[in-house]
């Protein structure tokens, strides 16, 4: 039996969220904001099908919004990542290997039946994830990840399909691919798409069928292999262990604009305990940090600045790189300056386990090793109760500067807090 490539998606997946845990707007248009609720970044169906445009400044269309009954909510991020856990999870249940591809989208493989039609398979997987988390999703199946991609496009644009399409069934592909345009094939960037057009490559079946000494000569073995995914034959493999992160940036717009030194350390203490939460999270360590800051881009002092510091050994600790960060934020901060945003990248991440000491530092190790009990701790109590519930003195955050959420969703599956209350008599 051969085996099948499979792409999920889950449709409108922060929208979908939203209407998920709260049914007053379920079937209804929606809108999610992105951070400090300055754009449109996610519509569902509904709000699509009205005209709502992608990516535009939400005072820009707040008076049209409100005219159309449309709902607004503000990114619950903490949602989103509970949601895409539980729909991975339960992807992996039911698929052989499982790539975990982005927060609402999925790579698999699956043996085909006898029959090699996989319809059933993927109405049940989509009934059984409608079942327990309540959010639709798309299947595309094909030979190839590419393929897979497509077909996935596909399926949400006939809707007979119920959301599924298998293009590896079909015997002329050429009807379909000759409707996807080159720019939107899973791996052509801007660039190549601009190149392929200006030698008359439109659609799928053209890239398919083009030169291979003429693709091969402008973009080497990417090309080749785009080409060869559309012929059928699998060139990017399914990789179920995600690759080690290069670098981790914590950023944050702030509410209104920002002028001292003791909020911005605070903003920064914020971002730091973040972003070493996460580096212990995904078992690695950083040896170099970079702390930076700006007003906004559009005035007439428009100030950024950036200050790095190169760590002797490798850490994950927040105590030692939340030292550092203060440091590097008095470098970076300037006064009477309207800061807007500000944030912190770790990088030079290197495996936890292959941790490099200096000899002859028995003190400082003993120091070391007390203060990552002190992390393992405080992550620990947090995990079980909800996010800062212990955290460092320095990063108390005053409220009224914090990023704005005015639309938040008072539901949520992460805080104990907003568990509807439910009465009985």
């Not at 327990?132 to 949400?156: D, W, Y």
């Not at 015997?171 to 801007?190: A, F, M, R, S, T």
């Not at 028995?362 to 996010?387: M, S, V, Y």
Request: charge should be positive.
């Amino acid at each position: 039996m051969s085996k099948a490539i499979i792409q999920i998606d889950a449709n409108n997946f922060y929208a979908s969220c939203e209407q998920m845990i709260d049914p007053s707007i379920k079937g209804k248009a929606i809108v999610v904001l992105s951070n400090n609720d300055g754009c449109i970044i996610a519509r569902s169906s509904e709000a699509r099908k009205m005209g709502i445009p992608m990516g535009q400044p939400y005072y820009k269309f707040k008076n049209k919004l409100k005219q159309l009954n449309i709902k607004v909510r503000s990114s619950n991020y903490e949602l989103y990542g509970d949601m895409s856990n539980r729909l991975m999870e339960l992807l992996k249940k039911h698929c052989e290997e499982l790539e975990i591809y982005s927060i609402d989208e999925a790579f698999a493989t699956i043996k085909r039946p006898k029959d090699k039609c996989l319809y059933h398979w993927g109405k049940d997987l989509r009934a059984l994830v409608y079942q327990n988390i309540g959010i639709p999703i798309s299947i595309g199946i094909g030979e190839t990840k590419v393929l897979s991609k497509i077909s996935n496009h596909i399926a949400k644009k006939i809707h007979k399909n119920s959301g599924i399409f298998d293009i590896g069934i079909i015997e002329n592909k050429d009807h379909y691919l000759n409707q996807i345009k080159v720019d939107q094939i899973w791996g052509v960037g801007k660039r190549m798409s601009a190149w392929l057009k200006d030698r008359g490559i439109t659609n799928a079946k053209e890239l398919r069928d083009i030169s291979s000494v003429q693709i091969r000569a402008q973009y080497g073995i990417v090309g080749i292999r785009i080409k060869n995914e559309l012929k059928g034959n699998s060139c990017i493999t399914i990789k179920e262990k995600p690759p080690a992160r290069k670098e981790i940036c914590v950023s944050r717009s702030f509410a209104y604009p920002i002028d001292s030194l003791e909020e911005l350390n605070q903003a920064i203490s914020q971002y730091v305990l973040i972003a070493s939460s996460k580096l212990r999270k995904h078992n690695q360590l950083s040896s170099a940090i970079t702390i930076f800051t700006t007003t906004n881009i559009y005035s007439k002092d428009f100030y950024k600045s950036e200050a790095t510091k190169k760590l002797k050994i490798a850490t994950s600790n927040s105590a030692i790189i939340l030292k550092q960060s203060l440091s590097l934020t008095k470098k970076i901060f300037k006064p009477y300056k309207n800061l807007i945003k500000a944030g912190i990248i770790l990088h030079k991440l290197q495996s936890n386990n292959y941790k490099q000491n200096i000899l002859f530092n028995e003190g400082n190790r003993q120091k070391e090793l007390h203060l990552e009990r002190l992390d393992k701790i405080i992550d620990n109590i947090n995990k079980r109760n909800k996010k800062n519930t212990l955290n460092w003195g320095s990063s108390i955050i005053k409220k009224d500067w914090t990023p704005r959420r005015d639309n938040l969703s008072y539901l949520s599956t992460t805080t104990l807090e907003s568990i509807p209350t439910v009465f009985a008599n």
